[in-house]
């Protein structure tokens, strides 16, 4: 048999056969990137069709068995390989990110997320990746009378990976230099005091001579939430910078001679480092948001946005990575940052890490991270004052009409109006109150829950397919969850109050609940009230779970066995059916309610399985929460999320930790003390403690008072939205019922 005969045969065979997958491939390719991916990010689109180039281009020359067209396929699928690792990593980490948060997008989307980026792989990894070992077999490489060695494949994966791996992390990294010392920065802080009094300042005496390593010292004076100057020493030394600001703040006396509250910020640059300021969306995502910001020289001139700039103004979270879902956000607003700089796009830029610290009059130096200072010692008494702080802001947000304001900016001390009010989470902002009430018999939450729930009450629709239904029509749809939650809501105020001038609405909203209810224990979601059926295929998150919460409690207060049962029916599905799926042998979701549903079962349902399920629950979102460790991330500590760059949102936390305060106590119950358990919620009320808006943390807010008590979003993203503080209150609250830290938990 002809060897040489039969290989050029097998090698013809295998170039015309890729040189046909090449052409459909980039045809593919080419078409994804033109019509199907949005052209938000051109030099995505702009990267896929250079490959789809690469592919389409190699197609005729393999087919004639040329060795340009051979190198360009060997180049085109390595180039491939890399396209398609970063964009799965990509995927990968927001599909993190989504298990991590929890918003409204939910679960679904972070397993949409992973579904993309399987198929991600196939499309952008897999052909590449097959068309590689093809072109580089033994056979193809002789014909080309290229010596065949499977290192070459190797040292450029390895060399690739290193580079890759290597870029990161020196965008990551950043040498910083040694911090000023606390006394050091408590004395140049006594010396700026002292200059604002307007007494003549002496830096030279009182404040160490600590080597500033050639990086400037910046003096930002705020008052109530706006920046009234800003001063910058580039001194050798701190007594020296000192002396220089104190001098500068002097000539500025008449300034601040007639206002009060002025708070002083300082900020020392620890270390810089140069980013590609040349791409937008690189850019972007280049700082670590909160610790970190901007400075670039333009015309011998150093210009700097610093931490709390980028913050104050509301820049970070700019843009959803996925169009739709506004909570998943990420990076910063260039446009923003280079008008602030007044600088063109693309001006070499630096990234600069800061030591930050405050002083005022009244409540004198504190050390910041992130904005935030380090908050109240948690303890039980700090718990219940962090709960009623709260409890107040939720009531400082009711309208004349006893709505609630739903989102509030403290920055610009804004409420925007909003047409998508939520029904539901009024109706959970009532039963927070509820909550509050009951463990600290203050009448002002009493009242402001009735307020808010005659509100309520008077939405209920008096016929939801029978006359004993009653339901909240949006429109002609009426949706679980909004039911649940407002039966939740008034059933709380009976129990609390014994007063019962909300108990017909309770029993249609339950009756409304049961109709909804399957054999298996599992519910319709959405009722159409033109048709007079429910939805099958429409599910929401909580809505299960938080009818399972409402069925309990209409058996506590109403004492009829039908709800207990219909309530037994709904926890067992939740804990058991719910996940009865391949992927559910391995995932938890959206149980925060079911938890709590199922210590308020107890003594009456005592089954095992439902600590077994929370328990399970909780073990597997400890996974998710930082700990309380040193490194970058310590100030996350006790939240759930991934990374230094996606800062935690204190709504997860709250919500958590609301079920894992159930789960713990229904343990007590059964006679099982999870210490693990025990201190996974003494980390999540910490955080919560932490970043309530107090007094000390305050200066960037307009309007203090107004929003003390509340949470934002997160330590940098202003928006407090009123289910926040809700989750806050109703954790907070009832984590100070919990001896966990008076005594050591076994």
């Known amino acids: 048999m002809d060897s040489g005969g039969w290989t050029a045969g097998f090698v013809r065979r295998t170039l015309c056969t890729w040189a046909l997958l090449n052409a459909v491939y980039g045809g593919t390719l080419a078409a994804i990137a033109l019509w199907l991916v949005p052209w938000k990010t051109p030099w995505v689109n702009v990267v896929l069709l250079g490959l789809a180039l690469l592919h389409g281009g190699a197609a005729p020359g393999l087919c004639r068995m040329k060795r340009w067209a051979w190198r360009i396929g060997i180049v085109a699928s390595l180039f491939g390989i890399c396209v398609g690792c970063a964009t799965v990593i990509g995927l990968w980490t927001s599909w993190a990110y989504l298990q991590g948060i929890y918003g409204d997008f939910g679960y679904g989307t972070a397993i949409a997320a992973l579904g993309i980026a399987g198929l991600a792989f196939g499309v952008l990894g897999l052909f590449p990746a097959l068309e590689l070992r093809a072109l580089w077999r033994r056979e193809v490489c002789d014909f080309f009378d290229v010596s065949f060695s499977g290192w070459p494949i190797g040292m450029i994966a390895f060399v690739a990976a290193g580079l890759l791996i290597g870029l990161g992390y020196g965008m990551a990294w950043m040498p910083e230099e040694e911090r000023i010392p606390e006394d050091a920065a408590r004395a140049a802080t006594r010396v700026l005091q002292a200059a604002l009094k307007e007494d003549k300042p002496n830096a030279t005496h009182a404040v160490p001579a600590f080597d500033l390593k050639g990086q400037p010292l910046y003096l930002t004076v705020w008052h109530h939430g706006v920046m009234l100057e800003r001063f ?98 990420l990076g910063f607003d260039v446009d923003w940052a280079f008008r602030q700089l007044r600088l063109p796009h693309g001006t070499p830029v630096d990234r600069i890490r800061t030591q930050s610290w405050l002083f005022d009059e009244a409540l004198g130096y504190r050390a910041l991270r992130r904005g935030n200072t380090q908050g109240p010692r948690p303890s039980q008494s700090a718990l219940r004052k962090a709960a009623v702080r709260a409890g107040d802001f939720v009531l400082g947000q009711i309208s004349p009409e006893h709505m609630f304001r739903y989102v509030y900016f403290p920055y610009a001390n804004n409420t925007p109006s909003t047409s998508d009010y939520s029904l539901a989470r009024h109706a959970g902002t009532v039963y927070s109150l509820m909550l509050l009430y009951e463990r600290t018999q203050l009448d002002r939450f009493r009242q402001g829950a009735a307020d808010t729930l005659g509100w309520l009450m008077s939405q209920v629709h008096a016929s939801c397919g029978t006359p004993d239904r ?74 299960s779970e938080e009818a399972a919460l409402a069925l309990v409690l209409g058996y506590r207060v109403l004492n009829e066995r039908i709800y207990l049962a219909a309530a037994e029916k709904a926890l067992n599905y939740l804990t058991e059916d719910k996940y009865r799926f391949f992927l559910g042998w391995f995932i938890y979701g959206a149980d925060h309610w079911t938890c709590i549903a199922a210590d308020e079962a107890w003594p009456d349902l005592k089954h095992d399985r439902y600590l077994d399920f929370c328990r399970g629950y909780a073990a597997f979102m400890r996974r998710l929460q930082y700990p309380p460790v040193g490194g970058d991330n310590h100030d996350f500590a006790g939240h759930y999320g991934f990374g230094a760059w996606l800062v935690p949102q204190a709504g997860a936390a709250a919500g958590f930790t609301e079920a894992l305060i159930s789960t713990y106590r229904l343990g007590l119950r059964h006679g099982v003390k999870d210490p693990a358990l025990a201190r996974q919620i003494r980390l999540g009320l910490s955080a919560l403690l932490r970043e309530q808006l107090r007094a000390d943390n305050s200066y960037l807010v307009e309007d203090p008072s107004h929003a003390a008590g509340g949470f934002r979003r997160s330590l940098v993203e202003s928006e407090m939205r009123i289910d926040f503080t809700q989750h806050a209150l109703s954790a907070l609250i009832r984590g100070s019922e919990l001896s966990l830290w008076t005594r050591r938990v076994q």
């Open 470 to 543: 009653g339901c909240f029509l949006e429109e002609r749809f009426a949706s679980l969850g909004s039911a649940a939650l407002g039966a939740v809501a008034a059933l709380s105020y009976q129990k609390q109050t014994h007063d019962m001038q909300f108990q017909a609405q309770s029993r249609a909203l339950l009756a409304f609940i049961l109709s909804m209810q399957h054999d298996d224990g599992e519910f319709s979601h959405v009722y159409n009230a033109a048709s007079g059926e429910f939805d099958a295929n429409s599910k929401s998150m909580f809505s």
């Open 232 to 329: 910058v020493s580039e001194a050798p030394t701190l007594d020296v910078a000192t002396l220089r600001l104190a001098k500068a703040m002097t000539a500025r006396k008449k300034k601040f001679r007639q206002l009060v509250d002025l708070v002083l910020r300082f900020d020392y640059v620890l270390g810089s480092r140069r980013v590609f300021s040349g791409i937008g969306p690189l850019l972007a995502l280049s700082l670590r948001p909160g610790v970190e910001g901007l400075r670039a020289t333009a015309g011998g001139a150093s210009r700097a946005l610093l931490p709390d700039d980028f913050v104050r103004a509301d820049a970070f979270g700019a843009a959803p990575i996925i169009a739709g879902i506004d909570e998943l956000r």
